[in-house]
């Protein structure tokens, strides 16, 4: 089962190298990370997906938390959660497909970020699994490149991850 970490950590250089190298030196597999300030510009929030294959969750927690700019940390299964990624796709586009590629990303709430003469780049925020479903329906068009970002999250309801 994947879980997603929210960390609170201290907003200097460093530390995303020691979060990281954390998981490295224990092996463990970041199938997601993503980091950004928060209201205080002095706190960032690591979001970490990890897929719990061995139930090495408890671990990574007891782990991240003997870190020094570690502040908070919660972890999160898919249920607790709102999680979105944003995804670039570029695509193969001729005038006889551009219409029917506006109308699939449209149905996801896609928008056109750029037009050329033979590509569409397609701008998507959504969850991973419309993303994947997204890029499966687009893909048969050739994809010329593809970036995506990792997953942003935030407890569902009125609980919040706060100092």
């Known amino acids: 089962m994947k879980h997603t970490l929210s960390v609170l950590v201290e907003n200097h250089a460093g530390v995303l190298s020691r979060v990281s ?4 030196r224990r092996g ?7 980091v950004g300030t928060t209201a205080d510009p002095a706190v960032s ?3 970490i997906v990890v897929d719990d ?3 090495a969750i408890e ?12 502040i908070k940390l919660k972890v999160f299964t898919p249920d607790e959660i709102i999680s979105r990624e944003l995804m670039l796709i570029k695509v193969n586009a001729t005038g006889q497909t551009r219409q029917e590629i506006k109308e699939l990303a449209d149905m996801y709430g896609a928008k056109i970020a750029d ?6 780049t397609i701008e998507c925020c ?6 994947e479903n997204l890029l499966n329906i687009v893909r048969p068009y050739g994809l010329k490149q593809v970036i995506r970002t990792g997953s942003i999250a935030l407890e569902k ?3 919040q991850l706060t100092l």
């Open 115 to 120: 037009i050329t003469r033979n590509s569409m």
């Open 21 to 24: 190298g954390l998981f490295a």
């Open 59 to 70: 671990q990574i927690e007891k782990q991240l938390n003997k870190l020094i700019d570690v």
């Open 45 to 47: 929030c690591i979001t």
């Open 53 to 55: 294959k061995e139930n």
């Open 28 to 34: 463990f597999n970041i199938d997601s990370l993503a």
């Open 126 to 131: 959504n969850t991973t699994e419309r993303l």
């Open 157 to 159: 309801g009125n609980e």
